[in-house]
Each structure stands twice: as structure tokens, then as C-alpha cells.
């Protein structure tokens, strides 16, 4: 697989920030609110040609931080940058911003107005952009780059008359017809059946080979990652914990949560499973130190304390420094040992095994 | 589905028709369907017919007697019998009126040519039946319509803008509703009678003014719902503006919830139009079933005996209610998906 | 004896299109403490199976066939014997059952209340007794038990759940998509559970799920299913490692294992989407998106075969084992 070239960034995330107020509580008073910080103080890029994979758990943030690129929720600190001019504000900026930025959504069945053809979903964009062309020739022409040939036969169909997989390609199409720059996939995959999933994903493979997008896959499965990401970024509590290449991050995993997470992907036997206990906190109270230190097998095995880094972990909050060459991790740990020490052992990192075993 | 490389050779445009109208025929197919649904609906097609009955009689109602035939005047000037049962023979021009008490008298035999046929008996004054029934359906209708129409702007209009756009408005325009929804509509009817005088026009705001905050409940409620749809999303990152995605996604997806409740609203404002001309609010100059009602009320007609006054408008007012109300529970489970496997 | 066997079950339902086939002629047994995992897509009839074991399918449906639990069929039981096997042999935890609580109830007072319709002899304060044993089985404190459900997260309302399922000390638990709507941590400490309670009560489980990799965890055995019929089925690690259908291998490939290069920048799936039952190929029901399919598997529907030891099989291209002992 060739390697993406590693031009400046296309798109550029600084100090992103974002935060809901909740006052839903039953018998709170009303003038009580709690904020819930969703995602706090993420930086982030991608290139031309790459496909970064955002990983975490569900309340992790990722799925706002999708939402933020795509300017549909207001950072209310940091900025966006689209080849390094920050997104603006005003409406028409934004639509400016949304017509090169383009969204695919979960459920493609959710997604798609039942009311609507599949002409005309695919057309929407089109119109709403006031894109130049002949719109009749544009909509053909993304249908068939999603996959969906001959175009015309899909034209009058509505949304329930094709299967989950060819809505998806529906979606993806619409947002093919602006000729976008980035494509933002929020689990793009994870509401098909799985045997479909893969023809998905080579679909995304390839458009990001033959039209250069740089795409951000939101998921929450690691396999998925492996199977496409050139990058992956590991989300906790509104935080990117690790952020490296896949292979490296996926195969030796330098923090603890993203070791924790790949432990306990099934199939995946290589590492002793390490099951953490309870579930994520939630946002409205982010834990004091590191925010994963409460839940962390370091801390909870006395292996933090043995380092001498315990109190560290209880009281600072650790930022996402160098460990290694192109990746990052925002643990203590990664500070005052040898990463390869601590690691598991995992499979040997042979890129010929690949050609050797494909099937 | 293949896999084929993304950039592909189009196919030559062939001689399609243009997607718009392969899409209107689409649109048009959709309507056939629900149609045919309808179709199936014993309770729908009973209250269509039962509809369709009245407003060819409204329609008709110049073919069946001239509109004059509603006036009191024309009634006294033509003699005309008063408060005579249904089928009876009357002698037309037979009757005098007597100067001091006002009341018609029989001023003698007439020959048998001269006999009128009253099918459904006269009221009070003196008018056929056939003819306030007839006109009265027109009214009625027409106020019914009328103010439901203007109640579906206002309401779909409030609950729209308050469901979709949430926050401050949401709050201002639900207090707003809750207001409304609130206050005594009759006393506001007699209010407002007052203040503007007695006429149709005034009927049909009172209506109005007093209904919309159930639809605009409704219809917020169901923006809520089809705000958070992903579709909406979807056209918000495409970067459709808000008046976008209100007209095109979702006014076209609350619509058959503001249909069937239209439907609904419509059998209510005849009741309620009905009810204000019963109590005297009405239009004096024109006849509907309400004021129909409402001068056999004071002529006494229930101690009276004279049912034909009172039947015939009683049981138009009943059937038309019932006629949308049925064809609005026909609709609603049909647009309704949750209500269709019961 | 199986604790649950299943003979030639067919189940369809009524629809206005006519009736659809669901479940084709399966035949399943699952041993005592035995975990039979089953795999499949949407509408390839595993829930509808599970359904069928409790006789808990709605009233248009048509089931053929035999469902056997413990030597007895379901399905010409008298309601009262019904109602007395229902959770006392066989429970079942249900799809998204986290929704299933009810929310102004103390979670405590469900368990106990699933105890006492099924024990009329069991006291009050004993079925309380019972419930928060139940609660502390699942390794929750049993001070949960005065909690309501909104009072717990998902993965703690799943275990209430299975420690509902568990009241009746049941031989047999059907576990419906257990894990799904869960995130891939708390779904780790659910089948961790699962697997505890397993060995510890001996229990036997029908694992149903879309998701073979899960299976590799906890079950002994996978069948898996497509189009309503078992296409596979064997000892769990082999399915998973050495699957024989082709379907199987599709399925798999979904959950790659992480560090196989194989799979890195080349995701493998299936062109076109499981049929509906209302519009079942003819022949081998997979043929249309096999990826080895030839003209012969259009005409003629392949039978389950044995094509190993303890490993079955439907496809026209594998060679059947005479030898072979039929699983």
C-alpha cells in the first residue's frame, strides 16, 4: 500500500474544544447546570489521501468532535483549519466549509429523507451549493463513483427500495457530488450487516487512492481500523490519549487505554485480556490528573507507584508528548520508561507476510 | 453490485425523461398507493360519501332553491306558510299577514294549482326547509374550511418555528400556546362579537383564534421529532440553510400529521360555528345550520313539536362532524405507520 | 440427552405479500452446559429461533417441526406446563433487554418478583433473599438491588438482566444479541461474566449474535445460519480459524484479527445485501454472492453434510466425509 504523501495538513484542528451545558436533572433547580465538557482541547490533522481513524468508546466525544469539523456544534475554543485558513463563523463560510467537508452518517437509513429519490438526495447538495453543471450528469456521475451502476436505474428509487448497503453508497455519492476534500465517516459501517461491511470500506479505500480525499472514520472498532487507517487516534473523556500510525499504534500499543481497548477486542489473543472495571465517567465530571487514572491497570496494579509516578497521575493532567518517532502518546509512563519494555509482545510487524497470505 | 474503478465512462444520456418529472411520476405513483389504502378503509369511504353528499348539495344549492328563498322578507312577501310539517301541500299565496300581531293567517281556499310543496316543512318565518338546509350546508362548509385553513397556518406556522428552532423562541411561542389554549373561547367569541360586530368573517376569527394552539402543539411536537432525524443533519453539512431545511425536509415530512389533523379541525370549526350561531354570535344575514338552530331554539320549536325545524340541521351538523372525523382517523392511520397493524 | 434439540423446525409468518419463511428446516441440538453459538445477519431467522424455544413468537406465525427441551416439545405443550418451563428451564435474555426493566421498580423487587410467579412457595423475604444473591452472582453489590434501572448504566442493567434470566435456576439461558448495544469494554466484562457463570452453574446457552468473532470467546460450538438454514457448524475455534462454507469465511472476515497483514488496507465482504424472506434464491440460497458459486448452485439446494469430524457443512463444492461423524 503506498504510503500517503506527507504533504502540509488539509485539515488542521487546534486546541478544539467543546462543551454542552445539561440542566436536565428531574429535581435540580432550575437554574443549575452542569457542563459537559465533550471534547477538551483536541489537536489534530489529516492529509491528502489519508484515512485517520478516531477511535473510542461511545461517550468519548468522538462523535462531537465529528460534528465540530463539519461546524454543525460550535468549539467554543481552538480552531479548525481547511489548508490552514481557520473556518469562519458566518453562515456562508460555513456552507463554504461544508461544501469541501463532507459527512457520512452512521445509519444510511436514518439519514435519508424516505420522502425523497435517491435523485434527488444525491442532487441536494448540488442544489443547495448552487453547484455549476449540468446537475443531471453530476448525480450520475457520483452514483457511479459510489458504486451504484447504471446510475439512471437508481435515479427514481426511494431509500427503502434499495438494501443498507447501496443506501450507504447513496449517501456517500451525495457527498461525492461536491467533489469534497475531506470526507468525515461517523461508524460508516456499524449499522450494515457484516458481510456487506467490507464492500464499504474498499469503497472508501478507493476514493481515497483515486480522488485523493483525506478521510476521518469515526469507529469504535479497532479491526476496522486495521483494516483501513493509515493513522489512528485513540479518544477518552473528550481527551486524544494516542495518536500514531496504525500499524504502531494498533500493534504496540504505548498507553495503557489503548492497550486496555485492543486486550479486549475478540480474536485478538495475543494479549492477556485486560478487562477495566466500570465504564467511562461521565463528562460533566472529568476525573482530577489524568482523567483515565482512575480506572488505569498502571495505577490499579501498583505499577505507577513502582515508577514513581503515582502521584503524577493522581494530580496532573498528562499532555500528548513524543513517544517515538511520528506518534504520541499523554501518559507518564511513556516518560520514564522504555516503550518497547512495556508493550506486549504482539505479532511480528512483517510487511511481506501480507503478500505471502493474501488470499 | 460491482467494483469497478470509481471513475467510470458515463453512459450516453439516453432519451430518459428529465429526473424531476420521473420523480413527479413517482410522487404521483405514492398517491395512488395511499390511495388505494384509503380505498380499503370501510370507515374512510363511508364518511367521503357521506362528505362528498353534502358538498354536492352545498355546490347545488343555487339548482335547488334561490337564494332568496333564505330571506325572511321573501318568505313574508310570497306569503308562505309558517312552521307547516315536512310533505305537506300548502296553498301558496293562501295566507295574509295580519298587520297588528305580524302572524300569518289562512285568508281562504285556494284552488289546487295553486298548492306549493314544502318536502321538509318552513320554519318560523315561514322559509323552506329544503332551502336552509341547502344554503346553510354552504355556510357551514365554508366557515369550516375557512377557519381551519387559517388555523392550520397559524398553528403549523408557531409549531414549526418553535419546534425547529428551539431555545428562547421555543419557549416565548410555547407560552404563547399554552396562553391561548387556556382561555375561555365562548366568552372570547362573545368578546369579540362585541367588539367587532356580528358577521361570518367574525366567526371564522374566533375559530381560528381559539383552535390553533392544539395544532401548533401537535405540530411542534412532531418538528421536535423530525429535527433530530439524521436526514435533517444530513442537510445541514450539505449546508442547506434553515429555510431549507424547513421547507424541504421538514414541512414535507410534519405534513400528513398537519393533514390528518386538519381533517380533524375541520369537523371541530363546523361544531364550534354550529355552537357561537346557536347562541346568537352568528351572522344575522346569513343562514347557516347553527342559526337555523338557534331561531327554532327561541321560536320554542322543542316544546313546540316542530321537530322538522330542528332535525334536519341537528342531523346535518352530526353527519358532516362524523363524515371528517372519520375520513380524519382514515388518513391518520395511514400516514400513521404505528397505527396501520392494529 | 440434549438439553434442547430442535428437529426440522419451519417457521414462517403471515405478511401481505404472503407467508414468509423465517426459518427453513433447522436442526440444532445444544448439550447440558453446552455453549452453541449462533451466527448470522438480520433476517436469517436466529431470533426466531430463539423465540421458539419459549414458544414467544407472535400469533401469525406458522412453526413446524419439533423443539425439544429436555426430551419435551415446546410446542404442544399445555400452557400450564408451559408457563411451569418457562424460566425455570429455559430463560432467555433478550436484544436490547436493558429497555425491558421496568423503570419505577427497584431492580430488586423484578428479580424478585420473576421468582415468586414462578415458585408460588417461595416467600417474600426469601425471594428478596434470593434477588440480591442473584445481584451479588452477576458481581454487582448487592446493595444494587434497591436501585432503579435509571440509577444504572447499561452494562449494569445487562447483568440485571441476566440475573433476572438466572432467577429460576434454569438449565438452558438463550441469549439474544446479549452484548450488542454495549461498547467493546463493558461487552468484554459482560462475556467475561457470561463465561463465569457458565463453568460455575453448568449452565447450557444458545449464544445468538451477527457477530462470529464474540462467538470465538464464549461459545463451545457455532452454527451458523443464512436465508433461515444452518449452512455451518462445528467446534467453535475451527469455524472461526478454518471455516469450510464460504459464507463463513465472509462472515469472519468482518472481525479481522488485528495484526494479520493480511487483511491491512484490504477489508473482504460480499457484494449485495442477505436476501429477504420473501425473495429466497433458488438453489443454494447464497449462491448470488458467493464468491466461488458456479452454475450448478443456482439449481441445486446443497444439504447439510458432515465434512469433518464433528464439523457439518452445506455447500455443493465440499467434499462430504463418509467417515465423518454428523455433529
Known amino acids: ?70 461546524g454543525l456544534q460550535p468549539a467554543q475554543e481552538g480552531q479548525i483549519l481547511l489548508d490552514g485558513v481557520p473556518m469562519g463563523k458566518t453562515s456562508r463560510a460555513l456552507r463554504r466549509h461544508r461544501r469541501r467537508v463532507q459527512l457520512i452518517f452512521q445509519d444510511p437509513s436514518a439519514a435519508l429523507d424516505p420522502r425523497q429519490t435517491i435523485y434527488e438526495s444525491v442532487a441536494e447538495g448540488l442544489r443547495v451549493q448552487k453547484t455549476p453543471g449540468v446537475e443531471r450528469d453530476l448525480v450520475a456521475k457520483a452514483l457511479s463513483r459510489a458504486g451504484l451502476r447504471p446510475p439512471e436505474r437508481f435515479f427514481t428509487k426511494y431509500p427503502h427500495e434499495v438494501s443498507g448497503g447501496q ?9 461525492l457530488a461536491l467533489e469534497p476534500d475531506v470526507l468525515v465517516a461517523d461508524e460508516p459501517v456499524s449499522a450494515l450487516d457484516a458481510s456487506v461491511r467490507g464492500e464499504i470500506l474498499q469503497l472508501l479505500l478507493k476514493l481515497r487512492d483515486e480522488l485523493g480525499l483525506a478521510i476521518i472514520i469515526v469507529t469504535h472498532d479497532l479491526g476496522l481500523a486495521w483494516m483501513v ?131 | 453490485m460491482t467494483t469497478s474503478p470509481a471513475t467510470d465512462e458515463l453512459e450516453p444520456p439516453q432519451n430518459l425523461p428529465s429526473p424531476r418529472a420521473m420523480a413527479m411520476q413517482r410522487r404521483r405513483q405514492s398517491l395512488h398507493t395511499s390511495w388505494g389504502q384509503y380505498r380499503r378503509n370501510a370507515l374512510g369511504m363511508a364518511g367521503l360519501l357521506i362528505l362528498g353528499l353534502f358538498v354536492a348539495v352545498a355546490i347545488c344549492a343555487p339548482l335547488i332553491a334561490p337564494r332568496e328563498a333564505t330571506s325572511e322578507v321573501y318568505a313574508a312577501k310570497n306569503n308562505q306558510p309558517i312552521a307547516v310539517g315536512p310533505g305537506s301541500y300548502c296553498p301558496g299565496g293562501g295566507f295574509e299577514t295580519d298587520p297588528v300581531t305580524g302572524e300569518r293567517v289562512v285568508a281562504g281556499q285556494c284552488p289546487d294549482d295553486e298548492k306549493e310543496f314544502y318536502p321538509l316543512g318552513t320554519d318560523g ?66 368578546v369579540l362579537a362585541a367588539i367587532l360586530g356580528q358577521s361570518l368573517t367574525n366567526i371564522i376569527i374566533v375559530i381560528a383564534v381559539t383552535s390553533w394552539p392544539v395544532t401548533a402543539r401537535l405540530v411542534r411536537a412532531q418538528t421536535l421529532t423530525i429535527s433530530t432525524r439524521p436526514y435533517v443533519e444530513r442537510s445541514r453539512a450539505l449546508g442547506a440553510s434553515d429555510w431549507h431545511i424547513v421547507t424541504r425536509r421538514v414541512l414535507p415530512n410534519v405534513f400528513p400529521v398537519i393533514f390528518a389533523n386538519t381533517i380533524l379541525t375541520v369537523a371541530l370549526a363546523i361544531l364550534s360555528e ?50 371528517f372525523t372519520m375520513c380524519g382517523y382514515a388518513v391518520e392511520e395511514i400516514t400513521n405507520p404505528r397505527l396501520k397493524r392494529r | ?11 414462517s409468518y403471515a405478511s401481505s405479500e404472503g407467508r414468509l419463511p423465517a426459518v427453513r428446516g433447522v436442526d440444532l441440538h445444544v448439550d447440558r ?30 412453526i413446524d417441526g419439533e423443539v425439544l427441551l429436555d426430551g419435551e416439545d415446546v410446542l404442544t405443550m399445555g400452557w400450564t406446563r408451559l408457563r411451569a418451563v418457562r424460566w425455570s428451564k429455559a430463560s432467555i435474555i433478550f436484544q436490547g433487554a436493558m429497555h425491558g426493566l421496568n423503570p419505577v421498580k427497584r431492580v430488586g423487587d423484578q428479580i424478585a418478583q420473576a421468582i415468586l410467579i414462578h415458585d408460588e412457595s417461595a416467600s417474600k423475604e426469601s425471594a428478596a433473599r434470593q434477588a440480591r444473591e442473584l445481584i451479588e452472582q452477576v458481581k454487582l453489590p448487592a446493595r444494587r438491588a434497591r436501585a432503579y434501572p435509571h440509577e444504572l448504566s447499561g452494562g449494569q442493567k445487562q447483568r440485571i438482566m441476566i440475573a433476572m434470566a438466572l432467577a429460576c435456576g434454569p438449565e438452558l439461558v438463550i441469549a439474544d444479541e446479549p452484548t450488542t448495544a454495549l461498547d467493546v469494554m463493558v461487552q468484554a466484562q459482560i462475556l467475561d461474566l457470561l463465561k ?60 479481522p484479527e488485528i495484526g494479520d497483514w493480511s487483511y491491512r488496507m484490504s477489508p473482504v465482504g460480499l457484494a449485495g445485501d442477505p436476501p429477504h424472506p420473501n425473495d429466497i434464491p433458488s438453489g443454494c440460497a447464497f449462491h448470488p454472492r458467493c464468491p466461488v458459486a458456479t452454475a450448478e448452485c443456482a439449481d441445486h439446494e446443497p444439504r447439510l453434510e458432515s465434512v469433518g469430524p464433528a464439523r457439518s457443512a452445506s455447500c455443493l463444492l465440499l467434499e462430504p466425509v463418509q467417515n465423518g461423524q454428523m455433529a
Open chain 1, 1 to 70: 500500500m503506498s504510503q500517503p504523501d506527507v504533504s502540509a495538513p488539509l485539515l488542521e484542528l487546534r486546541g478544539v474544544r467543546v462543551s454542552f451545558a445539561t440542566s436536565r436533572s428531574l429535581m435540580g433547580s432550575p437554574g443549575a447546570s452542569t457542563v459537559a465538557q465533550a471534547v477538551d482541547g483536541v489537536n489534530l490533522s489529516v492529509s491528502r489521501g489519508e484515512i485517520l481513524a478516531l477511535a473510542g468508546e461511545s461517550g468519548c466525544g468522538k462523535t462531537t468532535l465529528a460534528r465540530a469539523i463539519m
Open chain 1, 167 to 175: 443506501r450507504q453508497r447513496v449517501l456517500i455519492a451525495g457527498a
Open chain 3, 196 to 255: 463465569g457463570l457458565q463453568s460455575e452453574l453448568g449452565l447450557a446457552t444458545l449464544f445468538i449474535t451477527h457477530d462470529l468473532s464474540v462467538l470465538t470467546e464464549v461459545a463451545d460450538r457455532i452454527a451458523v445460519m443464512y436465508a433461515g438454514k444452518i449452512v455451518e457448524e462445528g467446534p467453535a475455534k475451527q469455524v472461526f480459524d478454518k471455516p469450510k462454507h464460504p459464507y463463513t469465511r465472509a462472515l469472519g472476515s468482518a472481525f
Open chain 2, 125 to 190: 318565518a315561514g322559509r323552506s326547509m329544503v332551502a336552509l338546509m341547502a344554503w346553510g350546508a354552504r355556510i357551514s362548509l365554508t366557515v369550516g374550511l375557512v377557519a381551519t385553513f387559517m388555523t392550520m397556518i397559524i398553528g403549523a406556522g408557531i409549531g414549526i418555528i418553535g419546534g425547529y428552532f428551539g431555545g428562547r423562541v421555543d419557549q416565548v411561542l410555547a407560552r404563547l400556546t399554552d396562553w391561548f389554549l387556556v382561555i375561555p373561547w365562548i366568552a372570547l367569541a362573545i
Open chain 3, 33 to 62: 452446559g453446552e455453549v452453541l453459538g449462533l451466527a448470522g445477519e438480520s433476517g436469517c431467522g436466529k431470533s426466531t429461533i430463539a423465540a421458539s424455544v419459549l414458544r414467544l413468537l407472535p400469533k401469525d406465525a406458522e
Open chain 1, 229 to 359: 487507517a493509515n493513522r489512528v487516534a485513540v479518544m477518552y473523556l473528550g481527551r486524544i490519549v494516542e495518536n500514531a500510525p496504525a500499524e504502531d499504534l494498533l500493534t504496540s500499543p504505548h498507553h495503557p487505554y489503548t492497550k486496555a481497548l485492543l486486550s479486549v477486542v475478540p480474536e485478538n489473543h495475543h494479549q492477556e485480556q485486560m478487562i477495566l472495571s466500570g465504564e467511562t465517567p461521565d463528562p460533566t465530571s472529568i476525573p482530577s490528573g489524568c482523567r483515565f487514572h482512575p480506572r488505569c491497570p498502571l495505577v490499579a496494579s501498583g505499577q505507577a507507584r513502582r515508577l514513581g509516578i503515582e502521584d503524577r497521575c493522581t494530580s496532573e493532567d498528562p499532555q500528548l508528548t513524543e513517544s517515538g518517532s511520528d506518534r504520541a502518546a499523554a501518559c507518564f509512563a511513556e516518560l520514564v520508561e522504555v516503550p518497547s519494555a512495556q508493550s506486549p509482545s504482539t505479532t511480528t510487524q512483517d510487511p511481506t507476510r501480507a503478500t505471502l497470505e493474501d488470499s
Open chain 3, 1 to 11: 440427552m440434549s438439553i434442547l434439540e430442535l428437529k426440522d423446525l419451519r417457521i
Open chain 2, 274 to 323: 354550529s355552537l357561537l350561531s346557536f347562541l346568537g354570535l352568528g351572522d344575522p344575514l346569513s343562514v347557516s345550520w347553527g342559526t337555523t338552530l338557534e331561531e327554532a331554539q327561541s321560536y320554542g320549536a322543542t316544546t313546540g313539536g316542530q321537530w322538522w325545524w330542528i332535525l334536519p340541521p341537528g342531523i346535518g351538523i352530526t353527519l358532516v362532524v362524523l363524515a
